[in-house]
């Protein structure tokens, strides 16, 4: 089934008749599906990431589809072309007000939202604290018992349709303020520290050994990350340049505290 929506939807994308009933129809189940928990648009395949290009055409499409639409929520007006996501108390998904999700997301029983906002094609893993004002953007997949904290934006990437999303693995922690965009993979268990920012061009230094390793998109399982800079030369001389740091890595007895601020600690870092 998924592989003849798939199909329809790709033809719809680059031959157009995005408006016709069969395009529609198809949209309209992939969105349900996405909703459900049923597909996703990246999965871990063989212990790599892979990237199911026709969900994120089948948001792009229902954008063109759609048309605006006034929705109230009690004292909330809304004016947008995506319903809200609902279901909760079926779904066992704690949903803290003024708290959004977009139909197409989806929020495994279990996770918890504080007023934070998930955007359309984007998947909460069980047992994930999505804290006050975090952001999840489109298409981002985040783990479970994941501790996305206040103010963590995470990025949207629905273009190019092959564009990997960001993805958050399971257990990991991501301290206040941090921003995560572009494609970025933080791998199972990783710690970032307060104001963490990493981008696909920005180098994650790994100053643990002897030698510094450099790494790109991708923060390592374990890795426990600070933001930091690096000194880089331009014609009006040499400068400070964002970079973030790897200082260490999560041990088997910090696993087994109750709280993974315990692991900044450790480290003397901000939480």
Not at 14 to 41: I, N, T
Not at 159 to 181: K, L, M, Q, T, Y
Not at 237 to 258: H, N, Q
Request: net charge negative; hydrophobic share 40%.
């Amino acid at each position: 089934m998924d592989e003849q929506l798939a199909q329809v939807i790709d033809a719809a994308y680059s031959e157009g008749g995005y408006d016709e009933a069969p395009a529609r129809r198809a949209v309209a189940e992939a969105l349900d599906l996405l909703d459900q928990g049923k597909a996703r648009v990246a999965e871990k395949i063989d212990g790599e990431w892979v990237v199911h290009e026709w969900l994120k055409r089948a948001i792009l499409l229902s954008f063109r589809q759609r048309g605006m639409t006034t929705v109230t929520l009690g004292p909330y007006e809304y004016h947008d072309k995506v319903p809200l996501k609902t279901g909760y108390a079926e779904a066992g998904v704690r949903v803290v007000p003024p708290a959004v999700v977009r139909h197409g997301a989806f929020v495994e029983k279990g996770a918890v939202l504080m007023p934070s906002y998930v955007n359309i094609g984007a998947r909460v893993g069980a047992g994930t604290m999505v804290d006050t004002w975090a952001t999840v953007g489109s298409c981002a997949q985040i783990g479970r018992n994941v501790h996305l904290s206040g103010g963590v934006g995470i990025g949207g990437v629905l273009e190019p349709p092959n564009a990997r999303p960001v993805i958050v693995e399971d257990d990991a922690f991501v301290g206040s303020r941090c921003i995560i965009v572009d494609g970025v993979v933080v791998q199972e268990r990783a710690v970032l520290a307060a104001g963490t920012v990493l981008t696909a061009s920005m180098r994650i230094l790994d100053v643990t050994g002897e030698s510094v390793v450099e790494h790109r998109g991708v923060v390592p399982a374990g890795s426990v990350v600070i933001p930091g800079t690096r000194q880089k030369e331009y014609p009006a001389g040499t400068y400070g340049v964002p970079c973030a740091l790897i200082i260490g890595r999560r041990s088997a007895s910090t696993d087994r505290k109750v709280s993974l601020n315990e692991v900044l600690r450790e480290h003397d870092l901000p939480i």
